[in-house]
């Protein structure tokens, strides 16, 4: 039985191979928006209940890929691969979000986990270098689950901004650099706890890329101290953003609104 289901999630080599910006990224991408946009169409003007239940369901998808993949890699790929810990912003973004809806205090900052997990998704969506360097087909569960993943983080984000989900104020946008710096503290540990001398031989993580930067722009000797500054800075501007974008949106949504109301 195991060689049977470890044909299905190993990973496809052979034939069409999977990279940024060809005709299946495309594909996945129209699946993640397309799928997103249309659930915006659908529901908006449903009941408030109905909205809650869409974003409870887009986030529970996340959690449940990024669940179910501890329990699947060990049927594709003989292991677990100790990357998907969450020390990264969207892994730990993912459990955080999903925490967030059923714990009292940890709903104080539903805002700022949904949205830096959407900042961190988006990015991968768009550019998902992490599985085009495996150099596997497209159909490859490592490619699908991976681009899902991250497509449900973002349809989540959208979904509890447009539906009203999450509250935008700018003056708890100290909150997400909070986050942020927690983030940081956080991923720097597992950094530390994780990179070493292991059976396999020499390993090295770069959770949230606090060691180095991955375009390899900073210098090797100051990017240890210099890329946690710009990881949380780049994020943090991400962030700001978003506000500025909603924000910007709905002022002119209700000058829209006045300008009918006075006709």
């Not at 991968?124 to 085009?132: I, L």
């Not at 722009?217 to 943090?236: K, T």
Request: net charge positive; proline share 3%; charged share 15%.
């Amino acid at each position: 039985m195991y060689s049977q289901i470890h044909e299905w999630f190993a990973d496809k080599v052979g034939g069409e191979i999977f990279t940024c910006f060809d005709l299946w990224h495309f594909i996945y991408m129209a699946i993640i928006f397309g799928s997103m946009i249309a659930t915006i169409c659908l529901l908006r003007n449903k009941s408030e209940r109905a909205k809650q239940r869409a974003v409870n369901i887009a986030i529970s998808i996340a959690f449940g890929l990024y669940m179910f993949d501890f329990f699947a890699m060990p049927l594709a790929y003989g292991a677990v691969d100790v990357d998907k810990l969450p020390f990264h912003a969207c892994t730990s973004m993912c459990i955080m979000s999903f925490w967030s809806r059923h714990n009292k205090f940890l709903s104080r900052f539903k805002t700022q986990f949904t949205l830096v997990g959407l900042v961190a998704s988006l990015i991968y969506v768009v550019y998902p270098a992490g599985v085009m360097w495996y150099s596997i087909h497209p159909l490859s569960y490592r490619v699908w689950q991976t681009i899902f993943f991250h497509g449900a983080m973002v349809v989540y984000g959208v979904l509890a901004i447009v539906f009203g989900d999450v509250k935008l104020e700018w003056k708890k946008c100290y909150k997400d650099l909070g986050v942020l710096l927690v983030l940081t503290a956080w991923a720097l540990l597992g950094n530390a706890v994780y990179s070493g001398e292991w059976p396999s031989g020499q390993v090295s993580y770069n959770w949230f890329f606090v060691k180095m930067d991955p375009f390899g722009l900073l210098p090797a000797d100051i990017a240890p101290y210099l890329a946690p500054v710009v990881s949380v800075v780049a994020l943090f501007a991400a962030n700001m953003a978003i506000y500025a974008i909603y924000f910007g949106i709905k002022k002119l949504c209700g000058k829209k609104a006045d300008a009918k109301a006075s006709e």
